[in-house]
């Protein structure tokens, strides 16, 4: 306590009045009662330990990488949806979808309904070819892609997809092979077309 006989409490006391002073090595060591700021720190690091432990365990508060993934799919959508209002559909236009998770998404929905029959549900290749392997038969630019599905490859048994699928979800299932290509993924069919970039 640093309360001397009078009651006030300014400043370390005289060693004489202080009972609980202790000497060591001459040097003296008196029982100071800790800034309330001092205290302040450490019971709320406690407290912020405690809620954030329970945060974690509950899910209730994100990992920084969460919240990383979480910023970049809206600043994505963002460019996304400024691809598609300005409404020309070009490389860059094909490649910023092709970074939106969400219509990744709605093209994955419609690969797997429409696609997968022939090109596999991983999209390695069956009737169709191997959509994840760097060789393509009709070119690998998101634009040449777009054409192939949009109009597809009759003579060869790739139906024309424009028609029956319309236009934005040739464009988001376009988006999803753009996500998935070069994925190579395991037990796909063997290359067929030219090695592209
Ligand atoms: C009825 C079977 C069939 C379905 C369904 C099908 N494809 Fe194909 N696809 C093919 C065939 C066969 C080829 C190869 C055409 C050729 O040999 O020129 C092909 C080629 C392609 C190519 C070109 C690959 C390259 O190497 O250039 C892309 C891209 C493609 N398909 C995407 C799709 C997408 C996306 C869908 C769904 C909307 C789809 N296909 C549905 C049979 C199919």
Do not use: C
């Given at each position: 306590m640093t309360t001397d006989s009078h009651g006030?409490?300014?400043?370390?006391?005289p060693v004489a009045a202080d009972h609980d002073a202790h000497a060591y090595d001459g040097i003296i060591e008196h029982d100071n009662k800790l800034p309330?700021?001092?205290?302040?720190?450490?019971?709320?690091?406690?407290v912020f330990?405690?809620?954030?432990?329970f945060g974690r365990r509950l899910d209730a508060i994100e990992t920084p990488l969460q919240a990383y993934t979480r910023e970049v799919a809206v600043q994505r959508a963002a460019d996304a949806e400024e691809a598609r209002?300005?409404?020309?559909?070009?490389?860059?236009?094909l490649a910023t979808l092709g970074k939106d998770p969400a219509?990744?998404?709605?093209?994955?929905?419609?690969?797997?309904?429409?696609c997968a029959p022939c090109h596999r549900a991983d999209a390695g290749g069956n009737i169709g070819p191997n959509l994840t392997d760097p060789y393509w038969l009709h070119g690998s630019k998101p634009v040449?892609?777009?054409?192939t599905v949009?109009?597809?490859v009759p003579a060869k048994g790739m139906p024309t997809w424009g028609p029956q699928l319309g236009e934005d979800r040739v464009e988001t299932v376009v988006a999803y092979?753009?996500?998935?290509?070069?994925?190579?993924?395991?037990g796909g069919k063997a290359p067929q077309g030219a090695l592209e970039e």
């Open positions: 006030s409490s300014r400043g370390p006391e309330l700021w001092w205290q302040l720190t450490l019971y709320g690091a406690i330990a405690m809620v954030y432990w209002k300005r409404g020309t559909i070009d490389d860059a236009m219509t990744i998404a709605q093209g994955k929905a419609v690969f797997t309904a429409t040449d892609i777009f054409h949009h109009d597809g092979v753009l996500s998935i290509r070069d994925a190579n993924v395991a």
